[in-house]
């Protein structure tokens, strides 16, 4: 007889191991990846680097030991693979390596005093361009002095504006800028050098003379951050430092990912056109290289936002640059849509749109082989945190190559999850997905927990969620969904709720709620609701709009914009979202705005959880909530999680994850009961 599945716990976050960093071979023949692990007795995260075959999916792990091995890439040839990793020393940023694919030991390349970023091969394979933001002066002194070393800090002094960053912290003086490292010497050469402007994702074209990048340029970066420009240098052709940039005339607005062409005539890259207007679709768009022709935006009449962002709690997925087919006619490229993240291909056109991998999962990282025959790929799917998988790009045929988490989750039951669209108070088509407990009866009443998701400007979708399942397995229906404001439906859909927080997002929750309390199996005086982010923003402004909800948990909350403008690393950006002028020129739009104006109105127990270490939603906004409803009298309790940032629900450390996911299920099970 079969044995009986068991029912997912907190604690299997210790044995789920992430997929990511999906390369193919130029012959095709294997692909590279990296899998990250946790260490549950030292709570530390360490990746290797493995090799599967793409026709006999033989396993090998490539790289071992306790450290934090990444960013693989193949030299032209196929021959050697460069990646970054901090194997030799822990406490400091990662160096490059190389490796032999045939076998051998990594050779230490580079040694260079700051963090390595983005990292890719010549054309010829004798160089690797890379990002570099060199260590501080002051930072370096620190580390010579051990006595300093050991005292830490003794101040911090900045003159520009964005001075901090969630998940990494109080940033570094030093900017980000493009190196060039010989891959037999080691030697690093510093490409670009500005005490303000940094350059990011740059690019060699494919005849190794040209080096596309983007930069902002102006005169303060930080008080005009859309002012991305793409700019195009002559590669270094000996001992120099290369040719002065040139700008290459596109729509303002923000950019990523430039990409040549097979024949270096063009560039394609990722943008939104427009300043401020942070709801507009990235499109994938073309521009002569030599900026002498407008650039066009191969996607715009589609209406499709060209990222891959699908939200969960197990990884994320990667964001590619558009990929060319070999002819130059054809591009391939990551959509965001209906909870899915989907690789297409469309012509230099701007027609014939196809679907190369369609709808009912999410593609992260994905690379074509030489020929263009051949793409490698993770996919991530609402029962499976990712895999390995290959597939033929003339007739489709599709392998999959890994079998990771498969020995933990084929022995658990995960319950019954179903997909519905809905209709929205305004006739709009909205859509959801509902997570049935083990063992479900429809016969039965059920608590349920509606979930919200952070952003706004994301999606829940097709994607693995540890917590859904989790909480499910308490005896909860947990339904999900993506109402306006968000991506995967159209810029006016995302645009719903620019400057407008918890108008449209509100009516279509609750038109969500009202389809659920429909449901038979629903206890509708058991229902209640959390998120996180700006999903704590829309708890926190549920429970000052209506009593419909039995209990609540808002996550790392936004509940004050006036005291949130600023003191976010988002900082004074917020004036786009919320779409007015300073507070202290319109206090009333960001008063109106904001949850804490309301909570007077609250009678829900609400659990408060922040990390004290969120510079995106610094903890004093969840503050102000937790003292205000037990001024008012309310049932609340307040846990906060030391030395964690805003994302502990997705990349803290493990025993925190598990104790916030315990007090979220303690505090349901004490208000709803067990079903």
Known sequence: MPTAKRLITAEDLYRIELPSDVRLSP????????????????EKKYSNLWVVATQAAALRQFSHGDQADSSPRWSPDGSQIAFLSNRADKEKPAQVYLIPFSGGEARKLTDIQGEIGELSWSPDGKKLLCTVRKTDKEELEREKDEQKKKLGVVARHYDRVFYKLDGYGYLPHERTHLWLVDVRTGKGKQLTDHPVWDEQNPTFSPDGKRIAFLSNHAPDPDLDPDAVDLF?????DGG???GNPKKIKTPEGSKIQPSFSPEGKWIAYFGQEGKSLGYKNFGLWIVLADGSKPAKNLTEKYDLHTLAGVINDCGSPEQMPPTWSNDGKRLYFQVAIHGSSVLKSISVSGEDLKDVIGEGGVVGSFSLDRARSRVAYFYGQMNDPGQVYVREIGNGSTRRLTRLNRGLLDGVDLGKVEETWFKGPDGNELQGWIVFPPEFDPKKKYPSIMEIHGGPLTQYGKFFMHEFYYLASKGFVVYFSNPRGGRGYGEEHAK??????????YVDLMAWADFMANKSYIDIRRMSVTGGSYGGYMTVWLIGHTERFKAAVTQRCVSNFVSEWGSSDFNWTFEYEVDAEPPFKDFKKWWELSPIAYIGNAKTPTLVIHNEGDLRCPIEQSEQVFVALKRLGVDTEFVRFPDEFHGLSRTGRT??????????SRWFEKYLGAS
């Open 496 to 505: 719903a709720i620019w400057g407008a927080w918890g108008q449209a997002d």
């Open 27 to 42: 012959d095709g023949r294997h692909v590279i990846y990296k899998v990250q692990r946790v260490e549950k007795k030292t």
């Open 232 to 236: 195009v240098m002559p590669a270094p």
């Open 655 to 664: 025993d925190r994850r598990i104790a916030r996911l315990n007090h979220i």
């Open 240 to 242: 120099g430092k290369g």
